[in-house]
């Protein structure tokens, strides 16, 4: 399609919602009316983000445009206290000229607005609205402990049958508390209590593995600290040991090749690696998502040269050392070993190792020098 026929059926999408709903009824009785509105603004915005996805010429319209005009178009079902409209704002939040409240406020009201409110409802757990990926992303905004307790609501509406959702809602709760890395000790021990709790409750159950890996966790990978002994396998074989990078700030960058966004991530990390190679700065994949011929081609495919462990191999699995159920974008070690920081974005990864090269002696102020946490 045309770059401006493109461009000319995004306009209308991007015009003001003219009179878009009347007042609706209180949460609890929103008709099945508002729930079709909802639906079709959303068909619509993924299909305003399709045509720019295939538009061959920088467009006009940006994806944050999109989101702005969305968020007007969706403010009268929020007013309306429909659920799934609050959170797809809070994900694509935009403020608006309309709004009372500065958007910090905007967003803390919205947020008393979903949760407990809608903690037992299905669509929480939809990938479109992501609402506890959404919490935890506005952990700065709403502090760890009112964060953690808002998660502690979704956790308490799930039947204990529903082991994948009591995980996915206790892991929210433990990394409002405590994020991977977490250099405090408090709040790695207020963490560490929730998953012992859950221990004690079903020692044999389906979630005590879990609890003993996230409890090692809490533990071992913790900032300032060094972490355990790694030794790997590439897919050909050949032994890699993080130990072997010891004097360099390294970068252990995680990725599957089975995905477009982790092909990127991949090519990134080559690209650090080949800015940096000298002695400053190394580059270690831990790579997997594929079967080792498939690996060996799209390695191929992207480029990469840097050195990488396959974690598809039975010889070892950095995740398995590490006890990670899912692993960061990236961990960056200082030259002596220690972790520096815990990256989960690309945007986070330069002035992560820019961190780390600038300040080469971290020396122990965010290690636990005063003994381990108690099990």
């Known amino acids: 399609m045309a770059p401006f026929a493109t461009l000319a059926l995004l306009v209308p999408l991007l015009a003001p919602a003219a009179a878009a709903l009347p007042p609706q009824p209180p949460p609890s009785t929103c008709t099945a009316a508002v729930d079709e509105h909802f639906r079709a603004l959303l068909a619509e915005y993924h299909a305003a983000v399709a045509l720019l996805e295939r538009m061959t010429t920088s467009p006009s319209v940006s994806t944050a445009d999109l989101d702005r005009a969305f968020n007007a178009r969706m403010r009268p079902l929020v007013d309306a206290g429909h659920g799934p409209s609050i959170a797809w704002t809070l994900r694509h939040f935009v403020p608006l000229a309309s709004d009372e409240l500065g958007p910090d406020e905007l967003r803390r009201e919205l947020w008393s607005r979903l949760l407990p409110a809608f903690a037992a409802e299905e669509w929480i757990w939809s990938r479109e609205l992501d609402v506890l990926g959404t919490l935890l992303a506005h952990r700065s905004l709403l502090g760890p402990r009112p964060c953690a307790e808002l998660a502690a609501t979704v956790l308490a509406a799930q039947p204990l049958e529903q082991h994948d959702r009591r995980l996915r809602a206790l892991t929210a709760q433990s990394d409002a508390l405590a994020p991977l890395g977490e250099p405090d000790r408090a709040a790695?021990?207020?963490a560490a209590s929730l998953w012992r709790r859950e221990f004690q409750r079903a020692p044999k159950g389906a979630l005590?593995?879990?609890?003993?890996?996230?409890?090692?966790?809490?533990?071992?990978i913790v900032i300032g600290a060094s972490l355990p002994p790694l030794v790997s396998f590439d897919v050909d074989g050949n032994q890699l040991s993080v130990s072997d990078f010891r004097g360099k700030v390294l970068v252990l960058g995680f990725f599957s090749l089975a995905s477009e966004q982790g092909r990127r991530d991949a090519q990134a990390f080559a690209q650090l690696d080949a800015q940096f190679e000298g002695p400053s700065l190394a580059v270690l994949g831990i790579g997997g998502g594929v079967q080792p011929d498939e690996f060996r081609r799209r390695v191929d495919e992207c480029g990469l040269r840097l050195p990488t462990a396959y974690e598809g191999?039975?010889?070892?699995s950095v995740m398995g050392a590490l006890r990670l159920d899912r692993a960061p974008l990236a961990l960056v070690l200082d030259r002596d070993g220690r972790l520096r920081h815990v990256v989960h974005t690309l945007a986070e990864l330069e002035p992560a190792y820019t961190d780390a090269l600038r300040d080469p002696a971290m020396g122990g102020s965010g290690a636990d020098s005063t003994g381990n946490l108690r099990r």
């Open 188 to 190: 790695r021990e207020a």
């Open 208 to 220: 005590a593995s879990h609890c003993e890996r996230a409890l090692w966790r809490l533990e071992n």
């Open 313 to 316: 191999g039975a010889r070892g």
